[in-house]
């Protein structure tokens, strides 16, 4: 198994200790996030806090694809941090990345950067309609996803847990998380609306956003509300619509697996 380590250049003295810290993932219990794919941990550098997020190894197909053909997650996130800090959109400074291939497969990754300590993410905007400056939040929100139209960000999971978001004297602070799913190009009407579609189902949250879009863009307000709300509609049917596929085909297969133990041959 080869490791391949890539650490920032300002951090380079860090090199060392980060690779301990991947070696020991398992071992560090501050789990910020799990999911089927991916665990994410804290971990302490120096007295210095940072984020560990452990890709998990890809199917058969995709080992090969990452080992020769395309980038892994963990360097496409490296690689979108420092291209959005550069134009000037914060996301936690990225540390390094690594990993770990055979001579015919690729396997594990891992990101590392800095941990920012957020007030609350765009989620909470979804679930707590209490808040007190929700209104304002989600108005600030939406210049901010402006801007990254206007700098030709097309985020692809621009979706309620990666955006973290920091209140200061001066407003608000937007830093974009899990960043391997990113294109950097000229967005036009339809994709940038169609890029608010996994943020909410709740209609009065895509009228303020749809408001403050057009105070943006200059263009029709409702025209922008009623692509908005369809595009909404339309990924939410198709995302209940693969649950609804998944959960036929687990039935089918738990059915087939105790029919088969249950065979007396």
């Known amino acids: 198994m080869k490791t391949t380590l890539v650490v ?6 860090l090199g060392h200790k980060i690779k ?10 501050k789990v910020l996030g799990a999911a089927e794919r991916n665990v994410i941990k804290n971990v302490t550098i120096n007295g210095k806090v940072y984020t560990v997020k452990s890709f998990k190894i890809p ?17 496409r996130s490296y690689i979108y941090a420092n291209k959005l800090l550069g134009l000037g959109i914060k996301t ?33 905007l979804t679930t707590d309609f209490n808040i007190k400056d929700h209104e304002i939040i989600l108005r ?4 901010f996803t402006y801007t990254l139209h206007e700098k030709g960000v097309h985020f692809l999971d621009h979706s309620p847990g990666n955006t973290l978001i920091s209140r200061t004297k001066h407003g608000y ?16 009407f339809e994709t940038r609306i169609k890029n608010f579609s996994k943020l909410t189902i709740h209609k009065p949250m895509i009228k303020v956003m749809s408001n403050e879009y057009a105070k943006c863009t200059g263009e029709d307000e409702t025209k922008i509300f009623n692509a908005m709300w369809e595009y909404t509609r339309a990924f939410q049917e198709n995302y209940y619509r693969k649950i ?16 088969v133990s249950k065979s007396p041959i």
Do not use: G
Request: with cysteine; charged share 30%.
């Open 140 to 143: 600030a929100f939406t210049r």
């Open 244 to 259: 609804r596929i998944k959960k036929r085909i687990f039935f089918w297969k738990k059915k087939y697996k105790d029919r």
């Open 20 to 29: 301990d810290a991947i070696s020991n993932f398992n071992s560090y219990t």
């Open 173 to 188: 602070d937007f830093y974009l998380v899990d960043l391997n799913r990113m294109e950097f190009k000229t967005l036009d």
């Open 8 to 13: 920032h250049p300002d951090y380079r003295d």
């Open 92 to 124: 936690p400074i990225p540390i390094a990345y690594q990993k770990q291939t055979t001579p015919l497969a690729f396997k594990r990754s891992f990101y590392i950067s800095e941990f920012v300590d957020c007030d609350l993410t765009y989620r909470a």
């Open 59 to 75: 199917n058969i197909i995709n080992q090969i694809v990452y080992r020769f053909f395309r980038k892994s997650k963990a360097e």
